[in-house]
């Protein structure tokens, strides 16, 4: 008997294994044949050891040239022809605008649409903005929607901005982020203080809010606070909105702030810090980052954006400011420097809000029923 076939579409190899293998090990827990189409990097073994395939295409994120995104739908159909697979599992905005479109060409009708934030439609403001979220709209909904297409999602506010209903479970699921592992990442006792020292780990992004990190930590040391920031990641030379390496080593000669690059060991980070701070302007789905400084019982200082306000209660597992207000940040930053107890309390509520259906096993179970329902017959399961 044949197995059911699931064929993943990503941007790159490293998001995908940074994000998504919980869904391919779901998948493989169902005895489906896995597939992962995505630009290679350095990540084949990761994916592969979950019992996946990976299908390397090359593709530059960057370019809009009608040309070239012609030439990308005409590969993707062709790759996924060839793989037939009973469902499409397309991750992020450009994959899905992309190879939505090459499913529909090649016949799949079981396609599921994994918006992991709504990226720079989600963080810009304006009538220009306002256009591309509307003609997104149109092409999600009209041009590459059907009868079993659903649309996964991290947070329930992304749903109503495409013009769906987040109660609509026969077209709209929403998973807790991507999940983390609690009996992996585990809490450690706070650094002793003073100083207060802040972590911020993410893409060097400009819609991160990094340059408001920078700026809050300044106004809140000016106000006596001995606060520290290190900023963890690298930029990305794919992305348009990407601080440049000179803006990151002009910071990091700022007293209180130091620039350390990208990092794996995300428990040495935790272990080494008192506080997440992720200022986001938008267009998050749930950030990883907030996910795995909750696990290791650290609180988040985030803003009133899609995804980071749906996670943190404010004033129980951190504080929600709101976006692009780098004084508001600094004032947080006075009150949890004076009250480490505060921070651990908080952190203490922000794990337990963690295990509280935002587990990778909570994401595995969540996807493994979307699929079981797509597919429409039971599949059993080959794992416990």
Known sequence: MRRPKLLFVATEDWFFASHFLP?????????FDVAVIA??????????????????????????DPRALFAQVQA??????????????CIALKPIALAGLAGRLAGVERRIYALTGLGFLGARQGVVAEAARLATKLWLRGAIDGPRVRFLFENPDDPVTLGLDPQDAAKVAIVGGAGVDPLVLM???????????????????????VDLA???????????????????????????????????KEWAARPGINWAGPTRDIE????????????????????????????????????????????VRDGQDGMVVPPDD????????????????????????????????HTERDVMNAVK????GLLGAPTTDVVA
């Open 326 to 357: 780098a004084a508001a940040l600094a004032r947080a930053l006075v009150v949890f420097a004076g009250s480490p107890a505060l921070a651990e309390r908080m952190g203490a509520s922000a794990r337990a809000r963690l295990i509280d259906g």
């Open 76 to 89: 993707l159909r062709r790759l996924i022809a060839a793989e037939n697979p009973d469902i499409l599992h």
């Open 39 to 64: 630009r290679e990097r350095q990540h084949r073994r990761i994916i592969e050891a979950t019992g996946a395939r990976l299908i390397a295409l090359e593709a530059e994120r960057r370019s809009l």
């Open 369 to 372: 029923g979307l699929y079981r």
């Open 187 to 209: 809490p450690e006792p706070m650094p002793q203080s003073p100083p207060f020292k802040v972590a911020l780990v993410a893409r060097m992004l400009w819609s991160k809010g």
């Open 214 to 248: 920078v700026e809050a930590v300044r106004l809140a040391r000016s106000e006596g606070a001995r606060v520290e920031l290190t900023i963890h990641g690298a930029p990305d030379p794919s992305n348009p909105k990407a601080i440049p390496e000179a803006t990151l």
């Open 268 to 311: 040495g980070v935790w272990r080494h810090h008192h506080l997440c701070c992720l200022p986001s302007r938008g267009g998050e789905g749930l950030p990883r980052t907030i996910l795995e400084a909750a696990a290791c019982g650290r609180p988040i200082l985030t803003t009133d954006v899609p995804g980071c306000r749906s996670f």
């Open 23 to 31: 869904m391919a090990r779901a998948a493989r827990e169902l005895d």
